[in-house]
């Protein structure tokens, strides 16, 4: 079984919807990431969490929250999505006190938004 | 915006060929550099780290130069296998504080 799972893989949604994408991991790491990429423009930064109670914003939040249910989960939520969200996006993961450096990623999720 | 810039390809290469990408970054006080490789629709997997003094992993040597504030990789003897995105990341601040930049890519497509 994959150590870090995304849902879904692909989803085609309408202008306006709320979307969420959801991560799960069972490497037990402590830290997780959400990346979109684009063509062109390579793997940027959504959010980021050190842990269930530490949220941060990366390069690119606005349009975007997030949720740490707790240290296994990590969703992603598009409260009204509009077409230029449409990218490939990647949840990640990484571990402190294995080096917080290697990141360790899910299979990624299409989204497509019309 | 902390940059780190690396030339897109296509690099393209027949099978046994010697292939280098470089990249350059723009902070000079990073502390932590990466080669990751990406294969077409597949998720980001870390090849290798990059040391100050250079590093080897079978066919492939990653150097740094930090005064210069360049990353290379090489890969020897290519194989079909090799064909990817191979991804420059830069960790701009270094342990618990930092995340990872990463490049947009230098695409290598190895012919039989």
């Known amino acids: 079984d994959a150590d870090v799972t995304q849902t879904p893989r692909n989803r085609i949604t309408k202008t306006g919807k709320r979307i969420m994408l959801e991560c799960s991991q069972t490497k037990g790491h402590d830290r997780m990431y959400w990346y979109r990429q684009d063509p062109g423009l390579g793997l940027r930064l959504i959010y980021y969490?050190?842990?269930?109670?530490?949220?941060n914003k990366g390069e690119i939040s606005d349009g975007y929250s997030v949720s740490r249910q707790a240290q296994a989960k990590f969703s992603l939520s598009l409260e009204s999505a509009i077409p230029n969200q449409t990218a490939l996006y990647f949840c990640?993961?990484?571990?402190?006190?294995?080096?917080?450096?290697?990141?360790?990623f899910g299979p990624g999720t299409r989204l497509t938004v019309l | 915006r902390k940059e780190v810039e690396q030339d897109p390809g296509p690099f393209n290469v027949p099978e046994g060929a010697t292939v280098a990408f470089n990249c350059t970054y723009s902070n000079s006080a990073s502390q932590s550099f990466f080669w990751y490789r990406q294969d077409c629709r597949k998720e980001p997997k870390l090849l290798m780290s990059v040391y100050s003094s250079g590093n080897e992993d079978g066919r492939f040597t990653a150097q740094l130069n930090r005064a210069s504030q360049y990353i290379s990789l090489l890969i020897r003897d290519s194989k079909l296998s090799d064909s990817a995105t191979y991804l420059c990341?830069?960790?701009?601040?270094?342990?618990?504080?930092?995340?990872?930049?990463f490049g947009k890519g230098t695409k290598l497509s190895v012919k039989p």
């Open positions: 990341v830069v960790n701009f601040y270094g342990g618990s504080q930092g995340n990872l930049i």
């Open positions: 969490s050190f842990d269930v109670k530490d949220i």
């Open positions: 990640a993961t990484s571990d402190f006190e294995q080096g917080p450096d290697t990141q360790y």
